[in-house]
Structures are given as C-alpha cells and as structure tokens.
T-cell receptor, first 110, second 119 residues
C-alpha cells in the first residue's frame, strides 16, 4: 500500500525560529510532491509543490526533496504565530491522485 | 486565480434524507475533480475521482450508490449523499485540477469544504 508518513506533532517552535517539517513516502515512482497548510475547520491551502531533487524556495518557505531517500521536507523561516496550523504532505504516485499524510501540527508561540 | 467554491458550506439534515454538495471551479476549467472526506483529527481521504462526461472512479470501500457524483460540465461537479446517516457526518472537500497548460498539470486546488451533520 502506498503511504505517506508524517510525525503528528505537535511541533512547537518560538516565534522567529525555523520550523522543520518532514515527510517520507513509500513509492519510489512518486512524481509530484506538495505541502498544504490546513487551519482548524478549513480546507487545505497549497503552499509549495516540488518535482525534482533539491531545494525550492518561496518567500519564507523552502521545500526540499530527496528522491533517493524518499524524503521531502518543508522549512519555515522566521516562524510566526499565524503559521500555527496542520501541515499536510501529499504525494502523487502513478496517477494524479493525491495521497495525504496525516499531517504535522505546528505551534508557534510568541 | 485558481479558485474553487463549494456550496453549501455547512448543512444539517435528518437521517435518511439526501444532500447535494456542489463544487465549482470559478476561473478555470477542470476536466478532473476530486472528492475527499475528512473526519475530526484525521487526514483527507480520497473518496472518488470525478471526470467530466464520464463515470466517477471510486476508491476502495466507498459506496458508489450512496455517494453519487455527477460532473456535467468543465466547471461543476456534484456529490449527493443519499440516505444519509449520522456516520456520514464529516467534512467533505472537493478539489479541481486546472486543465490549462503550461505549469503543474497535477496541482489540485481545494474548495472551502462542506460540513455535513446528520441528525
């Protein structure tokens, strides 16, 4: 069974620190990787997509992909209390269906 | 751009009734839409893939006769929960894949979700 795994957290970081969120996936054939942010009671919001090995930066967010290790991460620099949410890692396998991890809850405290 | 709407945002119904949820892509065409369900403190679970002009593809364990999907146009998909029961109470979320190239053709944009409560 194709799986996406995340630590459920909560991950607590002080305001201004770097938050590091990790995700592993089971299928080496995975093509596309996404990070979504979900606030309580709301639907997921796309933060980053990454398709090739290496880093991809967008503002305070950096996604890192290592296909050999089947590992994708999200770094949030200068974390703010408004970043407190659940972060969902999602991966597409041999189709365009997204398989979601269970999410990591991030808490940024002032 | 890439806005997806859902209607209604919440609904309360009696057990045994049917509920229809609409999902619309507002500023792009979407041949493919997806329907998810999320129970409290759990992740999103894909229920079905909806393709315009053809039958939906349901995930294992999802009853196609209970969750009716109609994707009648490139901007609208509907999910009807038939004979709803309390265990169907959940957060239902749709997503749409933008047909327009170039870019990331497999990026899904999510609607705001519909919270269903069955009494």
């Amino acid at each position: 069974q194709k799986e996406v795994e995340q630590n459920s957290g909560p991950l607590s970081v002080p305001e201004g620190a770097i938050a590091s969120l990790n995700c592993t996936y089971s299928d080496r054939g995975s093509q596309s990787f996404f990070w979504y942010r979900q606030y309580s009671g709301k639907s997921p919001e796309l933060i980053m997509s990454i398709y090739s090995n290496g880093d991809k930066e967008d503002g305070r967010f950096t996604a890192q992909l290592n296909k050999a290790s089947q590992y994708v991460s999200l770094l949030i620099r200068d974390s703010q209390p408004s970043d407190s949410a659940t972060y969902l890692c999602a991966v597409t396998f041999d189709t365009d269906k997204l398989i979601f991890g269970t999410g990591t809850r991030l808490q940024v405290f002032p | 751009g890439a806005v997806v709407s859902q209607h209604p945002s919440w609904v309360i119904c009696k057990s045994g009734t049917s509920v229809k949820i609409e999902c619309r892509s507002l500023d792009f065409q979407a041949t493919t839409m997806f329907w998810y369900r999320q129970f409290p403190k759990q992740s999103l679970m894909l229920m079905a893939t909806s393709n315009e002009g053809s039958k939906a593809t349901y995930e294992q364990g999802v009853e196609k006769d209970k969750f009716l999907i109609n994707h009648a146009s490139l901007t609208l998909s509907t999910l009807t929960v038939t004979s709803a029961h309390p265990e169907d109470s959940s957060f239902y979320i749709c997503s749409a894949r933008d047909d327009r190239p170039p870019g990331a053709p497999d990026t899904q944009y999510f609607g705001p979700g519909t919270r269903l409560t069955v009494l």
